[in-house]
């Protein structure tokens, strides 16, 4: 199991409340794990791992060496420890009687045998048909001489705060061990990857617990059972299933090919905040602003450009940055979808082709160019209202501050500690070459795009930031 570590006065009106429909908390859950149980399953793993002195590992051996080195062939020949085998424990459940098994990602990780142990104790080699670190999640294969019991999936994204849940799993190796609780709180993103889409649960959830189903009170599995909030490693009331609609089609993916084929539309995305939406007039904070477009890929072709705010993508509205990845990932490979952006103050709709997400497709990569270190000249230029002194890119500069040959723009060389800029983080190195949408290559671009911004009314511009780490579009408050 995976932990994250951490962190009225009543009015005089009569009025008339009419009851909420809601399903009452049975008189007993035995029913519903009895139906359950046998579907949900102990996934026991081992592999070798080199041996280590220190860190919080028990160095059992150098207390009882004889026994030690009966049960492991003694020590090397070349005086090192031999690895030892290490095993753990999870759980996971039959979604497909002919053997499909669910669990965790972190279950099976690094395994070199992985087995199955149903509710009779019967042992099952497993075979690893596919993973996804993304969402944590695994397919196994086991062959077994009859049917085996199975579970039906849930619709996630019906269930609701305060509903009854149920978790059954393996908790400390304690196999078969049910636990109930409600849904605390839906669509949590626990910064566990970009696809994070969370129910959170009170029902006891513990080490072991990792892979195993959440149901809801038709016997349906909502949820997989993923992490942990705990400071002792315990239970302490909150717990963490990644949602069913969110992995159902990693898994059906994993099936058919081995691997998790996700959309992609070649973009890199920042929130939007109120000084952002400000910036740009738009009517309050929403959508995923567009920070870098990927050199050929499909958003390029679409027509998106840095600086757009993509509101709707595929007839889904984006209201939170975090929810356009998972759009963009459960679209169809090849399909042609609108996207609603908002740009220089006005929305557009551009239709753009889903590709597929590769590994390289999430790697950036800026080469260096050779520059000429021939000192040169450089006028200084001051821009007052950013608080924020410039100069044009030169070969001097580009050899100062590592700055990519594709790279144009101002390079900040002085900041006034006391601007909204120096606050937001902008350093001398900093390239700016956008302010407002508005492409800058010179000083008098950048005097041109504040004046307009002011001519508008504007009191905070936006503009785009390049450095070492990356490009960020960062809303800056004028001065003066």
């Avoid at 490693?233 to 909150?238: L, M, Q």
């Avoid at 499909?298 to 027509?303: E, H, I, R």
């Avoid at 950036?364 to 100069?391: F, H, M, N, R, Y």
């Avoid at 983080?425 to 290559?441: F, K, N, S, T």
């Amino acid at each position: 199991m995976k932990s994250i570590l951490g962190f009225a006065a009543a009015a005089a009106v009569a009025v008339c409340v009419m009851p909420a429909a809601a399903r009452n908390a049975p008189d007993s859950f035995a029913d519903l794990a009895a139906r359950l149980s046998p579907a949900v399953v102990n996934i026991s793993t081992s592999q070798n791992v080199e041996r280590k002195k220190g860190g919080d590992e028990i160095p059992w051996d150098e207390f009882f060496p004889d026994q030690f080195q009966n049960r492991r062939g003694g020590e090397a020949p070349d005086g090192k420890a031999p690895p030892r085998r290490q095993t753990s424990l999870g759980s996971g459940f039959i979604i497909d009687k002919a053997g499909y098994i669910v669990t965790n990602n972190h279950v099976v990780e690094d395994a070199d045998q992985i087995s199955v142990i149903l509710e009779d104790d019967t042992v099952l080699e497993a075979k690893l048909v596919g993973r996804d670190a993304k969402v944590d999640v695994a397919l196994l294969k086991v062959e077994a001489k009859s049917d085996l019991p199975v579970v039906n999936w849930g619709n996630s994204n019906g269930a609701r705060v305060g509903d009854w849940v149920l978790a059954i799993g393996n908790p400390f190796g304690l196999s078969g061990t049910v636990t109930t609780g409600i849904i605390s709180a839906r669509s949590r993103d626990i910064k566990a990857g970009q696809y994070d889409d969370f129910i959170q649960t009170d029902a006891s959830i513990n080490r072991g617990n990792s892979g195993g189903p959440l149901f809801n009170m038709d016997g349906q599995v909502i949820g997989v059972n993923t992490a942990i909030y705990s400071p002792s490693g315990g239970s302490v009331g909150i717990g963490f299933a990644a949602s069913a609609n969110l992995v159902r089609p990693v898994l059906d993916d994993l099936r058919k090919y081995g691997r998790t084929r996700r959309g992609w539309i070649g973009v890199q995305i920042q929130s939007v905040t109120e000084e952002i939406a400000q910036s740009l007039g738009l009517d309050k904070a929403r959508g995923a602003l567009v920070s870098r477009v990927t050199e050929n890929g499909p958003a390029v072709a679409s027509g998106i450009e840095s600086s757009d705010i993509i509101l709707n993508f595929d007839g889904k509205p984006i209201d939170k940055m975090s929810e356009l990845p998972r759009v963009v990932a459960e679209s169809g490979i090849d399909k042609t979808v609108n996207v609603q952006l908002w740009r220089k103050g006005t929305q557009k709709t551009v239709k753009l082709k889903v590709g597929e997400l590769r590994d390289e497709n999430e790697k950036v990569v800026a080469s260096l160019g050779a520059p000429d270190t021939t000192k040169q000249e450089v006028k200084k230029t001051e821009i007052k209202e950013l608080g924020v002194t410039v100069v044009e890119i030169s070969d001097e500069t580009r050899a100062k501050y590592t700055i990519p040959a594709s790279v144009r723009g101002l390079v900040i060389v002085e900041i006034d500690e006391s601007s909204d800029a120096a606050l937001k983080g902008l350093r001398p190195g900093d390239v700016i070459d956008e302010i407002q949408q508005i492409y800058i290559a010179n000083p008098a671009d950048a005097a041109a795009a504040i004046r307009r911004a002011k001519e508008g009314s504007r009191s905070v511009v936006l503009v785009r930031v390049m450095n070492g780490g990356g490009i960020r579009l960062i809303p800056i408050k004028l001065a003066g």
